[in-house]
């Protein structure tokens, strides 16, 4: 039972570079979430989405793009990554409204 | 928007000292939500409390939720170096289907 997986782990890009990173799990779970993990800032909510091909804003959604074409799948894509966004990235999955979240591993992106 | 502070927000204790972390609230919260990270590790949920004064328990750690459902606690009993980690609360956002977490709790526990 893989649960919830992230890739890749670790990632060290370019400002200006185009970055995705993946998130599978495999319960079925309605909803997926995407948040940064930063020194000071605890866990900031980027987007989410409450089924395949619904997606909404989180916090700090700008610089983000995100699509959920299949139910397991959410990708989150910086689309021209920033100093700023240097940080740890987990996605979680619920299997719904208000009930409790299961994390992947995170993603830890640097960029120079 | 719907906030929730958590205090202390750091805490060194001795082993098998016991722990408190607390989720204050200036509004009526839906629920509460604990998880635990442990160091270079992610959230992993522990519980959810969603009835006013609702008391739970697993093993060593108590949790309750306010009788005006405005603050949570997080108690744990002799504590372990299993123990440690950060410890999150959160909520539900009033009128949104996610989650605010509040800044967390880092416990140490020295041998």
């Known amino acids: 039972d893989a649960g919830i997986t992230q890739s890749p782990r670790y990632k060290i890009t370019e400002t200006g570079r185009q970055v995705t990173l993946m998130c599978h799990q495999t319960w079925s779970h309605s909803y997926m979430f995407w948040y940064r993990q930063d020194l000071g800032h605890g866990l900031r909510l980027i987007y989410y989405?409450?089924?395949?091909?619904?997606?909404d804003k989180g916090e700090v959604p700008d610089g983000y793009v995100v699509s959920r074409s299949k139910t397991e799948n959410f990708p989150l894509t910086l689309e021209s990554a920033t100093r700023s966004q240097t940080s740890v990235y987990f996605c979680?999955?619920?299997?719904?409204?208000?009930?409790?979240?299961?994390f992947g591993p995170g993603t830890r992106l640097t960029v120079t | 928007g719907q906030q929730v502070m958590q205090i202390p927000q750091y805490q060194h204790v001795q082993e098998g000292e016991d722990f408190t972390t607390y989720c204050n609230s200036s509004t009526t919260l839906s629920n509460i939500q604990w998880y635990k990270q442990r160091p270079g590790g992610h959230p992993v949920f522990l519980i959810q409390l969603v009835k006013s004064g609702e008391v739970k328990k697993q093993k060593r750690l108590t949790f309750q939720f306010g009788e005006a459902k405005k603050n949570s606690s997080l108690h744990i009993t002799a504590t372990q170096t299993t123990d440690v980690g950060t410890y999150f609360c959160?909520?539900?956002?009033?009128?949104?289907?996610?989650?605010?977490f509040g800044t967390g709790t880092r416990l140490t526990v020295i041998p």
């Open positions: 959160a909520t539900l956002r009033t009128g949104a289907n996610n989650l605010f």
């Open positions: 989405s409450a089924a395949a091909d619904i997606t």
């Open positions: 979680a999955s619920s299997g719904g409204q208000g009930l409790g979240q299961y």
